[in-house]
Every structure is written in structure tokens, then in C-alpha cells.
């Protein structure tokens, strides 16, 4: 967890240098949904166990 918010003042220390300006907006911009993907990951964290081979369904051949 340490490293997610280690990637958020960063991000945070990066927005706060860049210019605010129409050249710089694209890159804001990526930050800002960079930002929110690090704060969604924080409140729900992902689930990294697979789903491993449940229990499926068969369908018959048909042969004429």
C-alpha cells in the first residue's frame, strides 16, 4: 500500500509543478485520471486471485 501512495505524491508533486496552461492541459489531464485510478485502487483494492477452472457446461455435438 505504501507504494500506491508513495505514486500519489508523486503524481500530486507533479501537478503542482507543472504550468497550468493549453499546452500543459493534455498532460494534467493524464495525471488527473492517473490520480484517480491510484485512489480507486486504495478504497477497493484488486482482487489478484484467479479465477482457476470452475465448474463449466458441456454442449452436445450434433452430428447429422
Known amino acids: 500500500m505504501s507504494s500506491t501512495l508513495a505514486k500519489i ?3 500530486k ?3 503542482a509543478w507543472t504550468q497550468k496552461n ?3 492541459a493534455h498532460h494534467l489531464g493524464l495525471l488527473k485520471a492517473r490520480l484517480a ?3 480507486r485502487e ?3 483494492p484488486k482482487d489478484d ?3 482457476g477452472p470452475g465448474e463449466g457446461f458441456d454442449i452436445p455435438r450434433f452430428h447429422p
Open 9 to 11: 505524491a508523486e503524481i
Open 49 to 51: 486471485r484467479g479465477g
Open 42 to 44: 486504495l478504497i477497493t
Open 22 to 24: 493549453k499546452a500543459t
Open 37 to 39: 485510478k491510484l485512489r
Open 13 to 15: 508533486a507533479e501537478m
